[in-house]
Nanobody, 125 residues
Framework: QLQASGGGLVQAGDSLRVSCAGS????????MAWFRQAPGKDREFVAA????????HYADSVKGRFTISRVNALNTMSLQMESLRPEDTAVYYC????????????????????WGQGTEVTVSS
């Protein structure tokens, strides 16, 4: 029920926006997150946002460069990536978790049951 899009090939220092579209009616009841998986590495947390959009959290490696946001009325979540680096190269996955409380957010891989198919981001040096 999650569809990620927007990946591509960019140069170091460029910007890129990836998006995640949800098809469920209860999209606004889910906390959401972005994870990424580089070749040969484990999937890692990138950013999370609460169901109401008021709370966000970032991995140290992307803090200050990436911004997560959501528009519940449109069932979409996005990740705006600035100042991209070659080490940001990965497949980016969006994930959703039902959240009873508005401000809650989740950063652990195992917290999430619903995953999108991933969108590939390649940053050349």
């Amino acid at each position: 029920q999650l569809q990620a899009s927007g990946g591509g090939l960019v140069q170091a220092g460029d910007s890129l926006r990836v998006s995640c579209a949800g098809s469920r009616r209860n999209f606004n009841q889910n906390a959401m997150a972005w994870f990424r998986q580089a070749p040969g590495k484990d999937r890692e947390f990138v950013a999370a946002i609460s169901r109401n959009g008021y709370n966000t959290h970032y991995a140290d490696s992307v803090k200050g460069r990436f911004t997560i946001s959501r528009v519940n009325a449109l069932n979409t979540m996005s990740l705006q990536m600035e100042s991209l680096r070659p080490e940001d190269t990965a497949v980016y996955y969006c994930a959703a978790k039902y959240s009873r409380l508005g401000p809650s957010l989740y950063t652990q891989l195992n917290d999430y049951l619903d995953w999108g198919q991933g969108t590939e981001v390649t940053v050349s040096s």
